[in-house]
């Protein structure tokens, strides 16, 4: 006897599929239709981001678009698993969820981690990194989670019996998953712990960036903290379990975009500013310079200092500037003895003065 199929669904629909039209179960609507919304936005930011590339031009900025390219890719994945927990659990839908949940959120949280990471040398004024150690930090972070899906899934599967991780207790099924998510959770941990290093640092122009992924993680350590403790909770009906683990998903997608992708490209074209990076030719200044000990070295001690100030007097003079000065040079003074002369008698030249006498 054919069951009847539900409101909004057609009577020929596969009953796995049944969540994703049916009214009286109308989370699995409301939840596609975010994850598709979400999904959209993803790859409109990619494409954005391609389009952008040419447009930036701080350097710095320009090495990070690769790892910020690979985290929308995530994003995207996050997306599109959400229909895999709308659609029942069973052989094909149960080795997708335990595997890319995990290597998905890994992605994300490397990617934010290699960036914070990059920010932490910007911040104190340090070389950038180049854009292929941030990529190769995001991947070397996230391969880890892959390898540990693989082996959970090999094993408990026994490499033929697809099935048996929805034939797994659901008690033990969900402990399982959350198990299988500690190495996402330590990623999570760093992350937050290295965002906040961002903001110990004299340029403060990058600071803005470790806010965005200070408060990503925040708002993402949030959302994992509710959805564990609901998927943990034995009174919970189990019913419940999918569309928890659909709300995570949708909910944590939307919360990279709107906290770290969308204030990201605000700051993307902006101009190079130069008060967040160091002054090339710092070092030539006289503050830096090391002080030389020694005896030959010693020119410039207090007692010579005044003494050539009280030689040279009006003299504008710094003994540790490494570039000509300009002197007010006094005029020189006389000190010659005036010495007596016979002044030229006015009558001299007399015509009533007889010569010879």
């Known amino acids: 006897m054919a069951t009847t199929a539900p409101s ?28 598709a919304a979400g999904a959209v936005t993803a790859v409109a930011f990619m494409f954005a981001l391609l389009v952008l590339v040419c447009k930036v031009q701080d350097s710095s900025k320009r090495k990070m678009l690769p790892t910020q390219f690979l985290l929308l890719l995530g994003v995207l994945g996050v997306f599109g698993l959400t229909f895999a927990f709308i659609i029942r659990l069973d052989a094909a839908t149960g080795p997708t969820r335990f595997f890319l949940f995990g290597v998905l959120f890994s992605l994300c949280f490397s990617c934010l981690l290699a960036h914070a990471i990059g920010l932490t040398r910007l911040v104190r004024g340090r070389r950038p990194l180049s854009w292929l150690v941030l990529l190769g930090l995001a991947l070397g972070f996230s391969v880890v989670q892959d390898v540990i899906a693989v082996e959970y899934i090999v094993l408990v599967t026994n490499r033929t019996n697809a099935a048996a ?9 969900n402990e399982d998953f959350v198990m299988l998510l500690i190495y996402v959770l330590l990623l999570m941990a760093l992350t937050l712990l290295t965002s906040l290093f961002t903001f110990c640092g004299p340029f403060a122009g990058w600071k803005r960036h470790g806010l965005h992924i200070c408060l990503t993680t925040i708002v993402s350590i949030l959302i994992w903290a509710a959805w564990i403790t609901l998927l943990l909770i034995p009174a919970l009906d189990h019913r419940w379990d999918d569309t928890i683990l659909s709300a995570a998903l949708v909910a944590n997608g ?3 975009l709107l906290a770290y992708v969308v204030p ?7 101009q190079r500013n130069p008060m967040d990076y160091p002054v090339e030719d710092a070092f030539c200044k006289p503050q830096l310079m090391k002080q030389s000990y020694g005896v030959e070295n010693r020119a410039y001690s207090q007692e010579e200092i005044a003494r050539g100030l009280e030689e040279v007097g009006d003299t504008f003079y710094a003994p ?26 006015p009558y001299g030249d007399y015509e009533g003065r007889k010569e010879g006498s």
Not at 16 to 34: H, N, P
């Open 264 to 270: 990201e490209f605000q700051q993307l074209t902006k």
């Open 8 to 35: 909004g669904c057609r009577s020929d629909l596969d009953p796995r599929y049944q969540r994703l039209c049916d009214l009286s179960e109308g989370w699995g609507i409301v939840l596609e239709t975010m994850a």
């Open 165 to 173: 991780l929805a034939e797994l207790p659901a008690p033990r099924r």
């Open 254 to 256: 939307w919360a990279f």
């Open 320 to 345: 540790y500037t490494t570039h000509l000065q300009l002197q007010n040079r006094s005029p020189q003074r006389d000190f010659s003895i005036p010495r007596a002369q016979a002044r030229t008698s």
